[in-house]
């Protein structure tokens, strides 16, 4: 119900933007979320926002180089991801739960995942 895209391999310093087409139910009333996860590490978060798109949150490695937003019509949650550095290379996820406040940023609240997409930063 969740596709991650935009995936790819990126020079350090280089931009990416990642897409999440939700289908089979409308997510426009959920938060949605982007977390990582880099080989032998556990999943991470990165960003989320919440349903009317008003507040976002971000993890402290990617604040002011990420961006995230939505567009409730399409369905779809995006990430922005300028000025890339090799740390930022894993598997990327985009992931919906219920709607809550403060926004969470633990794996355990979102019920609806992406299949991920894969993105490799180079130096």
């Known amino acids: 119900q969740l596709q991650a895209s935009g995936g790819g391999l990126v020079q350090a310093g280089g931009s990416l933007r990642l897409s999440c087409a939700a289908s089979?139910?409308?997510?426009?009333?959920?938060?949605m979320g982007w977390f990582r996860q880099a080989p032998g590490k556990e999943r991470e978060f990165v960003a989320a926002?919440?349903?009317?798109?008003?507040?976002?949150i971000y993890a402290d490695s990617v604040k002011g180089r990420f961006t995230i937003s939505r567009d409730n019509a399409k369905n779809a949650v995006y990430l922005q991801m300028n000025n890339l550095k090799p740390g930022d290379t894993a598997v990327y996820y985009c992931?919906?739960?219920?709607?809550?406040?403060?926004?969470?940023?633990?794996?355990?609240?979102?019920?609806?995942w992406g299949q991920g997409t894969q993105v490799t930063v180079s130096s």
């Open positions: 992931a919906a739960g219920p709607p809550t406040l403060p926004l969470p940023t633990g794996t355990r609240h979102y019920n609806y």
């Open positions: 089979g139910r409308t997510f426009s009333s959920d938060i």
């Open positions: 926002i919440t349903w009317g798109g008003g507040t976002t």
